[in-house]
Structures are given as structure tokens and as C-alpha cells.
Nanobody, 125 residues
Framework: QVQLVESGGGLVQAGGTLRLSCAAS????????MGWYRQAPEKQRELVAT???????NYADSVKGRFTISMDNAKNTVYLQMNSLKAEDTAVYYC???????????????????WGQGTQVTVSS
């Protein structure tokens, strides 16, 4: 089994900063990519940013220039540095991983559907 645990959410004023972290644990053999998604009330979940193990990044247009994604391969951890936060950034932020791991019976499992429990980010205007 694999677990993704997010941290770092909270309440911040517009223009402020937050840094989210997400650590993956378990019998992980390889992480291909990790990313952040968010879901605001009554809206669909949307991509925020992704990063591959090689360091290639992709950002939603709405966060380009304000958010930075990074990954520590040795720690199986992805970060999201969020600057110049806006009220419209308010959402539950979810971590996602594309990885390969050993299941409880030592079978190899490849999945793009590993998710964390989510962390709330609230930006007050």
C-alpha cells in the first residue's frame, strides 16, 4: 500500500504565501511524477502543477508565475510554494502521484491514481 500525506494548508490573507508538502510512503519502487490538484466548492477538481522525477514541470495558467512545484526524490516528497495568493486560490489541495510500488503480497503495482486526503487552503480578501 502507498500513502500520500499532505501538510501546510491554512488560512492566509490575499497576497500572502503558503508552502504545501506531500510525502509518499510505502514500498515505493519508482515515482514517475507527482502533482497538485485543487477543488473549490461546487467546482471540479483541476490541475495546479505537476513535476516529473526528472524535474520537468507543468502549471495551470492561473498559477504561472506565482506557484512553484519542486520534488525531493530522496524523500519521495513534493512541495508547492504558493506566493501572491488570491481569494480564488481557496480550495482543498490534493497531492497525486504516478508511481510503482509493492503491494502487501509483494506484487508490483503501477498506478497514476494515488491521492492524498487533501489540505484546505483559504485565502481571505
Amino acid at each position: 500500500q502507498v500513502q500520500l500525506v499532505e501538510s501546510g494548508g491554512g488560512l492566509v490573507q490575499a497576497g500572502g504565501t503558503l508552502r504545501l508538502s506531500c510525502a509518499a510512503s510505502g514500498k515505493i519502487l519508482r515515482i514517475t511524477a507527482m502533482g497538485w490538484y485543487r477543488q473549490a466548492p461546487e467546482k471540479q477538481r483541476e490541475l495546479v502543477a505537476t513535476i516529473t522525477s526528472g524535474g520537468s514541470t507543468n502549471y495551470a495558467d492561473s498559477v504561472k508565475g506565482r506557484f512553484t512545484i519542486s520534488m525531493d526524490n530522496a524523500k519521495n516528497t513534493v512541495y508547492l510554494q504558493m506566493n501572491s495568493l488570491k481569494a480564488e486560490d481557496t480550495a482543498v489541495y490534493y497531492c497525486n502521484a504516478d508511481l510503482t510500488y509493492l503491494n502487501f503480497d509483494d506484487t508490483m503495482v503501477a498506478t497514476k491514481d494515488a491521492w492524498g486526503q487533501g489540505t484546505q487552503v483559504t485565502v481571505s480578501s
